[in-house]
C-alpha cells in the first residue's frame, strides 16, 4: 500500500544519545520533520551527523524513539564504496539484471520473473538517472575502484533516484564534487517529492531548501526559507539579543552603584547611631530600641538591593546565552610571511605522474584558486608540490618551507592527544608554548587533552591545521586541498578569518566558489587536459 506523501515524516520522541564513554550527545530531544526540503545545520560537534545515523537506523537511541513513516534513503557523509563492486550492485539492480538477462535468454523459471516484477525497463532507467548525474559514460558492468570521490557520491545518489524512498538523508553530498556535478545535484534536490534532510555547508544548496532547522545545544530552533533567509533572520535576532546584553550590563551596573550606596547610607547611619550612643542624648531603652529598628531596616534594604542585583546578573547571563559566541581562530604568525616578489615555488613544465604537463611560478605571498573537474589532477599537482609524488619529467623547485593539508585529515594519530600531536611538528617548543599556540585554534585548558580519536569534524580540521601552521619550520607557503569539506558554517568563517591572518602564499583546491572569493584569491588557475590556464574570477 503506498504512503501519501502529506504522511511521510521523521520523528524523534524525548530522544536520548550517549557515546560509549557517556559523553551525552542529546537527552529528551524532539524533532518532527515532514514532507519537504529541511536543510539541517549546526556547530560541528552539534550532533548533525550523530541525528542522520540515529534516523537511518546506524545508531541505537539509549532512550526515546525514532520513528520514520516510508522508506528510507541515506547518503553518509564519508562514504567508502566497495572498490570491487560493480556498478549495477551500488544501484541495487544487479539481482533484476541478472534475472532479466535469464528470461532474455529464454529461462522460463518462475523466480526469475518474480525478480523483475515490473522492472523490463530497469536498465533503461538506471542508465537515464547516471545520464542525468553526468555518469552516462559508466556501463553498469563496471567495477567502482576507478571512480574519484565525486563520482562515487554521484553513484549512490543515482542509487537513490531509482530506488525514490519516501525520506532521504544527505550528510554533506556536495563533498569532492566539481561546479558540474554540484549543479546535477542541486538539480536533483530541487525535484525530491518526499522528505529531505541535509547536513551541509554549501551554500548554494542550503538556498535551494524550504526550512532551516540549526541544532544547538541539543536543541533545534527552526527558520523558514532557504540559508539566505536564515542567515537575515539569524543577524536580526543577534542584534536583538546583542541590545538586551547591552540593557541587562547597565542594569546590572546600576544595581552595583545602587547596593554601594545603601552600604554608603547604613554606614553612615551606623556612625550616628553610635555617636548619639556615645552621647547619651536620649535613654538607653530608647537608643536600644532605635538600633535594633535600625539592624532590620538596614537588614531589609541590603536584602532588597542584594536581590535586586542577583536578579540582574541572572538576566545578563540569560541574554548572553541568545547570542552565539562563535570564537574565530588567530593566526598572527609572523614567521609566515613572505615578502613581495620572494620566489616561492617553481616548475617549470612538470609531467604529472596522473595528469597534463604543467608549468606554474608563485611569488610572494600569492593566493592562488585552484578549479577543475574532478580527476583532471589538482590533488595529484599538489601532492606533487608538497613531495609525495615524483613527477614523471621536471623538477619541483621550492623556495620557501610549505605544508599541505590533504583532504583525508590524515596527518593525526588517533591515540595522542591534540597537544601530544602538535608536539610531533613543533618538537623543540615546550608544552606551554604549545597550549599558548592551541589557544589561538580555540583549543583552550583540557581541550588541548582531548585525544584525536574523539574529536569532530571540525575540531579534527581545526588540529589539523594547528599543527601545519605550528610546524618548525613555519611554512611560508601552505596548500589545502578542498579544506571546506566536512566543516560546518561557522568552521569555514573560522578558516576563513584564519586565513585572512596568514601572511605566506596560498594555493587552494576546490569546489567551493564563495570560499575561494571569502579567502581574496589573487589569481585562479584551471586546471584540465591542456595543463594549467589562468581564469577571471569567478
Not at 149 to 157: H, T
Not at 188 to 215: F, K, M, N, T, Y
Not at 437 to 463: C, H, I, M, N, P
Amino acid at each position: 500500500m503506498s504512503i501519501s506523501t502529506s504522511a511521510l515524516s521523521v520523528v524523534c520522541s524525548d530522544l536520548d544519545f550517549a557515546w560509549p564513554d557517556g559523553r551525552a550527545v542529546f537527552t529528551g530531544f524532539q524533532l518532527a520533520v515532514g514532507p519537504g526540503r529541511t536543510g539541517l545545520v549546526g556547530l560541528n560537534g552539534a550532533g548533525k551527523s550523530t541525528l542522520l545515523r540515529l534516523i537511518a537506523g546506524e545508531l541505537a537511541p539509549t532512550g526515546g524513539a525514532v520513528r520514520v513513516t516510508g522508506e528510507l534513503g541515506y547518503l553518509p557523509q564519508n562514504l567508502t564504496l566497495d572498490v570491487d563492486a560493480r556498478v549495477d550492485e551500488i544501484l541495487g539492480i544487479a539481482e533484476i539484471r541478472t534475472a532479466l538477462h535469464a528470461v532474455e535468454a529464454g529461462s522460463v523459471d518462475e523466480a526469475h520473473f518474480t525478480a523483475v516484477g515490473d522492472d523490463w525497463d530497469v536498465e533503461e532507467r538506471a542508465q537515464a538517472a547516471l545520464d542525468r548525474l553526468g555518469l552516462g559514460r559508466l556501463d553498469l558492468d563496471r567495477t567502482t575502484g576507478e571512480l574519484s570521490g565525486g563520482e562515487s557520491v554521484l553513484l549512490a545518489l543515482a542509487g537513490q533516484l531509482l530506488r525514490r524512498p519516501d525520506v532521504l538523508l544527505l550528510d554533506e553530498p556536495t563533498n569532492n564534487l566539481d561546479l558540474a556535478a554540484r549543479e546535477r545535484l542541486y538539480d536533483a534536490v530541487l525535484a525530491w517529492p518526499g522528505v529531505l534532510i541535509v547536513v551541509s555547508h554549501d551554500r548554494e544548496l542550503l538556498d535551494l531548501v524550504d526550512q532551516i532547522a540549526d541544532l544547538r545545544d541539543g536543541d533545534v530552533r527552526w527558520y523558514g526559507g532557504g540559508f539566505s533567509d536564515y542567515e537575515h533572520a539569524l543577524a536580526v535576532e543577534q542584534e536583538a539579543a546583542e541590545r538586551m546584553v547591552r540593557v541587562a550590563e547597565g542594569d546590572v551596573r546600576r544595581q552595583e552603584r545602587e547596593l554601594a550606596d545603601a552600604h554608603v547610607k547604613l554606614a553612615r547611619r551606623q556612625r550616628y547611631g553610635q555617636k548619639m550612643n556615645a552621647q547619651k542624648r536620649e535613654p538607653k531603652i530608647v537608643m536600644g530600641l532605635r538600633k535594633q529598628q535600625a539592624q532590620v531596616s538596614a537588614g531589609k534594604h541590603r536584602t532588597m538591593h542584594t536581590e535586586r542585583l542577583a536578579g540582574a546578573r541572572d538576566r545578563l547571563t540569560e541574554a548572553e546565552r541568545a547570542v552565539h559566541d562563535d570564537d574565530v581562530i588567530r593566526v598572527d604568525l609572523p614567521l609566515t610571511a613572505v615578502p613581495e616578489g620572494r620566489n616561492v615555488l617553481s616548475l617549470p613544465g612538470v609531467r604529472l605522474q596522473y595528469g597534463p604537463r604543467v608549468g606554474l611560478e608563485v611569488r610572494g605571498p600569492e593566493r592562488i584558486a585552484l578549479v577543475g573537474a574532478n580527476g583532471s589532477g589538482k590533488t595529484t599537482l599538489l601532492r606533487t608540490v608538497a613531495g609525495h609524488l615524483e613527477p614523471l619529467t621536471g623538477e619541483v623547485r621550492h623556495g620557501v618551507p610549505l605544508r599541505y593539508l590533504p583532504q583525508r585529515l590524515d596527518l593525526l594519530f588517533d591515540e595522542l592527544t591534540v597537544a601530544e600531536n602538535i608536539g610531533r611538528f613543533a618538537p623543540t617548543a615546550t608544552d606551554n608554548e604549545i597550549r599558548a599556540r592551541l589557544a589561538r585554534f580555540l583549543f583552550k585548558g583540557r581541550r588541548a587533552d582531548q585525544k584525536a580519536e574523539t574529536l569532530s569534524g571540525g575540531e579534527r580540521f581545526r588540529a589539523t591545521l594547528a599543527a601545519l601552521l605550528l610546524a618548525e619550520p613555519a611554512p611560508q607557503l601552505l596548500m589545502l586541498d578542498e579544506p571546506t569539506n566536512n566543516l560546518d558554517m561557522a568552521s569555514v568563517r573560522q578558516l576563513t578569518t584564519a586565513l585572512e591572518s596568514y601572511q605566506g602564499a596560498l594555493i587552494v583546491a576546490s569546489h567551493d566558489v564563495p570560499f575561494l572569493r571569502d579567502i581574496g584569491a589573487t589569481r585562479w588557475l584551471r586546471l584540465d587536459e591542456e595543463g594549467l590556464t589562468r581564469i577571471d574570477p569567478m
